[in-house]
């Protein structure tokens, strides 16, 4: 199910204890599980506001807008993931849509090969992300953009094969941007195979395309076609923002917001999309934001406030985030079992349909099976049998930790 949350302020300047102190509540009244903060290659958000997150069972995304267009020090930003993974941070996000001309230096925008020339800023740090313990994520691109949005994507995981970085592939995170862009929440639905005639750059009368809500469905079909199956969608921000297009005033506003609240509720958002962080939260008076946020520098709050909240009062309640253990890393010494398959559980017990898909794997394989994450650390090998909705990645991730080698089976109906 996916999840809602929110886009935190537009700087990186309101980390400090009082800050956490005050947004906590608001946070949980609005039903927040997610929350992004802009964060700094030069230095982490501090860790207490971040642990207080993580109590609150509310998943922090770090997203560090750097130019693509100037090499990123690969010793410091290891240090930095390094340091989030070890507070139980699972994504950061580094760049900022570098299909846009505004990412980029000028003179590094003008030469040929963009696709590449980004590839060869991110590998390394996909790499360092991967090391430290952290999911690679694929940044959000502008939907349109200065080099259309769909034509980059498709173009960077084709290099990626070119590259022979398959593997890679199979892990990365794709962020994304939900913007509504003034237009109706339901504007782009279905994609590509409901709108044959979308063109980059040039969208017939009558015809929609990516540049809505639905983005999701769009990049669905780019990824899946080129993987064989979807991989995880992260909203970094989204939504409408008030006084664009048709969201003119607080009430057209909230109104897309309820449209959204309510795909939400009503399950109707695809499995791989993980959250939807709604614009935006906060932001200082002197921001050019500072319209736009659902809580104003003077107290006054905007109508969608009230429309989340009564969301998160009707909403039922979701299962715990997986905990992740903040202070110390598991031994990867002494493992007695040589291999174990892990199955999911759920709030409502064990699922027979898994059971009963996992009876051919254990005849053939002979594993130690159970649903128990705290006996699968104890194997050198362990597969995961369920996607990533079922037995999350933060589960894989401490298991990697852990010195098991892990793979994963999403079985099929």
């Not at 006996?375 to 930790?401: D, H, K, M």
Request: charge should be neutral; charged fraction near 25%.
């Amino acid at each position: 199910m996916t999840d809602l949350g929110f886009h935190y302020f537009p700087d990186d300047t309101h980390y400090r204890a009082t800050d956490l102190q005050a947004w906590l509540p608001e946070l949980k009244a609005l039903g927040a599980r997610w929350l992004t903060l802009i964060g700094s290659p030069r230095r982490a958000v501090p860790e207490p506001f971040l642990i207080g997150l993580k109590q609150a069972e509310i998943e922090p995304v770090i997203h560090i807008p750097a130019t693509p267009g100037r090499n990123t020090d690969a010793a410091q930003a290891m240090a930095l993931f390094e340091t989030y993974a070890r507070w139980g941070v699972r994504y950061v996000v580094v760049f900022s849509e570098p299909n846009a001309r505004a990412s980029w230096p000028q003179a590094e925008w003008a030469k040929s090969g963009l696709v590449d020339r980004f590839l060869n800023r991110a590998l390394p740090v996909w790499e360092a992300q991967l090391n430290a313990g952290l999911e690679p994520v694929f940044p959000a691109l502008r939907a349109g953009g200065d080099y259309w949005d769909t034509a980059f994507l498709e173009a960077a995981l084709a290099g990626l094969y070119r590259r022979g970085r398959g593997d890679l592939l199979k892990r990365l995170t794709f962020a994304v941007n939900l913007w509504t862009f003034g237009r109706p929440v339901s504007w782009g639905a279905g994609g590509l195979k409901a709108w044959p005639n979308a063109r980059p750059y040039a969208t017939p009368p009558g015809t929609q395309d990516q540049r809505g809500f639905h983005l999701f469905d769009w990049y669905n079909e780019i990824i899946t076609a080129r993987l064989g199956e979807p991989r995880p969608l992260l909203c970094l921000a989204g939504g409408p923002r008030l006084g664009e297009g048709e969201t003119t005033d607080e009430v057209k506003h909230a109104a897309a917001v309820q449209e959204i609240l309510t795909l939400l509720a009503e399950d109707k958002l695809p499995a791989n999309l993980l959250n939807v962080n709604l614009w935006l939260l906060a932001a200082p008076e002197a921001s050019p934001f500072a319209r736009e946020a659902w809580y104003q520098a003077d107290g006054k709050m905007l109508a969608a406030v009230e429309t989340a909240r009564r969301f998160a009062g009707r909403r039922p309640k979701l299962c715990p985030l997986p905990k992740l253990n903040l202070l110390k890393k598991e031994s990867s010494t002494q493992k007695p079992l040589t291999h174990y398959l892990l199955l999911p559980t759920f709030e409502w017990g064990v699922s027979e349909w898994h059971w009963r898909a996992a009876l051919d794997y254990v005849k053939a394989h002979r594993p130690a099976c159970g649903f128990s994450v705290e006996e699968a650390l104890q194997a050198r090998r362990v597969t995961l049998f369920g996607n990533e909705q079922s037995l999350s990645v933060e589960i894989e991730n401490r298991l990697r930790r852990s010195g098991c080698e892990v793979e994963r089976i999403i079985p099929t109906a």
